[in-house]
């Protein structure tokens, strides 16, 4: 029995899923695997756990096992759970990658998708579950689709035993026929469950014309507006009075707008400057619904006058990255007084449902990392985002009440977004994929049954690089091409490979781990792979300053890095290690100052970088000490700096797990050509390379350097460079 407090109670019954109660037990009880669709919000990562922990799916024989694609869905939600059904955290828990609240009393679970394959790894029976959930399968994030494929065959094998164990699939969109119509996934079709949706209608505008570039001034022009012309709540005739009044009290309504990226680290509340609006652009909305009299560009000087534009605008962000209990402020009343705006990133898309949104002005853009199937080269890129997350952006204005969405685009330019976005594991480099699965004594890779297989050339490309690295082995060349081909595609997994499958990074990274134990260089590396695993541990100097002033204190604390640099390593050690070295310092440097936010700003180091690499070299070392247990390795924070024979030694080790990324200057014969001016020449590509001009060599060019990453900006760009001497 559970004890909730009468206001969840009362939250939880106008959820559309608690119609579906009866109906969603009956499916798991009769079916191994089940598939439940639901809008977004309408209770399906909340209640299906309370349901299944009603029904007596937990008690003594086993948890229940949520994985999210997202960490701060995996916090949030579990402390949701918990706080409905009123039991403490050591039940209702959470692991992500770096921490989590665990205990032996853990009943139900929230975990990042990729825990719970390293948990296969160390069970793959999943013993300890009775119900896994895969949760928000529509984003088919890697790890989810692989946690399918190996769930449609951890299923049988668990009824086999008589333990069985009950998969559920949860998704926010009615598009599943990947997982119920591949018959090499689950030969029977699992029951697909539809929770109504109960959603009011949401008004789309479109906007007239597209905007070229400023999306971000755009959103802010048109969120000025709405915040100006749309607030009293007049408009909404269906509303009861009851509600109107509630409101005017409370000024709680919302509005939410999606950017692909944002940086604001604390709310600010802004009041709007009615002068600082651009009057002409008012004439721009196009509108695709009926309901004229909403439109910005019709409203008139007397709606002005019903507004709210007084209020101050409590604007909050919202993203992954940011501190839980930042997040946790979106779902709060905002300040008495105030009027809420949330500026996210696709996190609201459907992780995470924010309550009594009414606006929502949708830029239409997505941030997205690219990769090159074979070379793994990746640029950041803003594009246009799918039609299908268009349609759910919009679908938050309409949880509780009618509402309406402003696109910043036109519709034609929606009629060409394409309808849904490519699973992950089809767009990206699949080398640490690839490596956990054979770490599972998966051969035949190919043979998996995969949801959507990634690319043949991206699972060559991977065991190629998994064989170079000594983590596979080899196969016997003999026979015919084709036979040869088959072969390089089900090595098995080398000791040396089983021993990398265990560091919670990428295979490169953790072959220089595996290498690292003679001369104590083991902290060295760590440190090294953990910062490059963060990335970006310094603050961007890229971007044009806003003012002089700007310049000059950017100026003032490249400086001071590279001057605390060069104490900590030394000239020559920055010669041997480059951009390698400028890591090490930066972190060693930090640690000797207490890491502290402080210390950080002065030196254009990125708190919540530098946090993190502090966890995973936490976490690494763990790992290390495990697999080697005389290793005896602890955190030193007054870490010394590498000796000469060290620094030697680190670079060979580098150069072990980055051996196919070393490029040479161009030589005489291509300077012929201007593009090759101070341009390197790599292995893997044909086009000129540069060396980034954030790296420490930017100027001095060597000969040979290894790079930790090719970035195509606006030409292509290594990033984390140190120099090579051929032997
Ligand atoms: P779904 O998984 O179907 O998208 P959820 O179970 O996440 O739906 O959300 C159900 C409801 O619970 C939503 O109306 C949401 O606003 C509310 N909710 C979720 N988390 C919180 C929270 N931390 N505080 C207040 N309400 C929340
Ligand atoms: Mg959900």
Same mark, same amino acid.
């Given at each position: 029995p559970v004890d909730r407090a009468p206001e969840i109670q009362e939250a939880r019954l106008k959820l559309p899923i608690l119609a579906e109660e009866q109906s969603i037990m009956e499916a798991i009880n009769e079916n191994p695997v089940v598939v439940i669709c639901g809008e977004t919000g309408s209770g399906k990562t909340t209640q299906v756990p309370q349901f299944l922990y009603e029904a007596g799916y937990t008690s003594s024989t086993g948890a229940i096992g949520i994985t999210e694609p997202r960490r701060v869905a995996a916090v949030s939600m579990s402390q949701r759970v918990a706080k409905e059904m009123n039991l403490s955290r050591r039940v209702v828990s959470y692991q992500i990658r770096y921490e989590g609240n665990v *205990? =032996?009393? *853990?009943q139900i679970k929230f975990m990042t998708d990729g825990v719970l394959l390293k948990e296969i790894q160390k069970d793959f029976l999943l013993s300890k579950y009775k119900v896994v959930i895969i949760d928000e399968a529509h984003e088919r994030s890697m790890y989810t689709d692989i946690l399918i494929g190996l769930l449609s065959r951890i299923v049988p094998l668990r009824e086999k035993k008589g333990l069985p164990l009950k998969l559920i699939i949860m998704s926010a969109t009615l598009r599943v026929e990947d997982f119920t119509e591949n018959k090499r996934l689950f030969s029977a079709v699992p029951p697909v469950i539809q929770v109504d949706a109960r959603q009011f209608p949401v008004t789309i505008h479109f906007n007239k014309k597209t905007p070229l570039d400023d999306y971000s001034g755009e959103c802010f022009r048109k969120v000025c507006k709405i915040h100006r012309m749309l607030p009293s709540g007049d408009d909404d005739k269906e509303e009861s009075v009851e509600e109107i009044r509630k409101f005017k009290k409370s000024r709680k309504r919302k509005k939410a707008m999606t950017l692909p990226k944002i940086d604001l680290d604390n709310y600010s509340v802004i009041p709007v400057d009615e002068g600082d609006e651009d009057r002409d652009a008012e004439t721009d909305d196009d509108v695709?619904? $009926? =309901? &004229? @009299? &909403? =439109?910005l560009g019709d409203a008139d000087s007397e709606e002005d006058e019903k507004s709210d534009s007084s209020l101050p605008l409590y604007v909050l962000p919202l993203y992954s990255l940011l501190a839980p209990e930042k997040q946790a402020k979106v779902f709060r009343p905002p300040p008495p007084g105030t009027r809420l705006c949330v500026v996210a990133t696709n996190v609201a898309e459907t992780s995470l449902t924010i309550p009594g949104i009414k606006y929502v002005v949708d830029c239409g853009k997505v941030k997205k990392r690219f990769y090159d199937?074979? *070379?793994?080269v990746s640029s950041f890129r803003v594009t246009w985002t799918s039609q299908a997350s268009a349609n759910q952006r919009a679908g938050r204005a309409g949880r509780t009440e009618p509402g309406h969405c402003y696109r910043l685009y036109s519709s034609a330019v929606f009629m060409d977004f394409e309808q849904f976005s490519a699973p992950e594991i089809t767009k990206r480099p699949v080398e640490d994929l690839i490596l956990q699965m054979k770490a599972l004594n998966i051969e035949k890779v190919i043979n998996f049954p995969f949801p959507t297989p990634p690319p043949a050339e991206a699972l060559a490309a991977a065991e190629e690089l998994l064989i170079a690295l000594g983590a596979l082995k080899e196969p016997l060349m003999t026979g015919r091409l084709k036979e040869q081909q088959t072969a390089k595609l089900s090595c098995p997994i080398s000791p040396l490979g089983r021993v990398m499958a265990?560091? !919670?990074?990428a295979p490169r990274y953790a072959k220089m781990l595996a290498l690292s134990?003679?001369? @104590?260089?083991l902290p060295y590396t760590i440190t090294i792979v953990s910062a490059m695993t963060v990335r970006e541990l310094f603050e961007e100097y890229d971007r044009p300053a806003v003012s002089e002033e700007e310049t000059a204190k950017l100026k003032g604390k490249k400086a001071r890095l590279l001057q605390m640099q060069r104490i900590w390593a030394g000239q020559g050690l920055l010669q041997k290690l480059g951009d390698l070295m400028v890591m090490l310092g930066a972190v060693g440097a930090c640690e000797y100052a207490g890491c502290t936010p402080k210390f950080c700003e002065e030196n254009g180091l990125r708190y919540k970088a530098m946090l993190e690499i502090r966890r995973l070299r936490g976490q690494l070392t763990t790992a290390v000490n495990s697999v080697c247990s005389d290793a005896g390795l602890y955190i030193d924070p007054k870490m010394k700096p590498p000796t000469e024979a060290q620094a030697t030694y680190l670079r060979q080790i580098v150069l072990a797990g980055l051996g196919d990324h070393v490029a040479r200057r161009a030589q005489a014969e291509e300077l012929l050509d201007d593009k090759w001016k101070n341009a390197y020449k790599t292995a893997l590509l044909d086009e000129p390379v540069f060396i980034h !001009? $954030? $790296?420490?060599l930017f100027k001095q060019l060597p000969e040979f350097v290894v790079y930790q990453e090719i970035v195509e900006t606006t030409k292509l760009y290594m990033k984390g460079v140190s120099a090579v001497e051929p032997e």
């Open positions: *205990t =032996d009393e *853990t695709a619904g $009926s =309901d &004229l @009299d &909403l =439109d199937k074979i *070379t793994g265990t560091f !919670p990074v134990r003679q001369h @104590d260089c !001009p $954030s $790296s420490i």
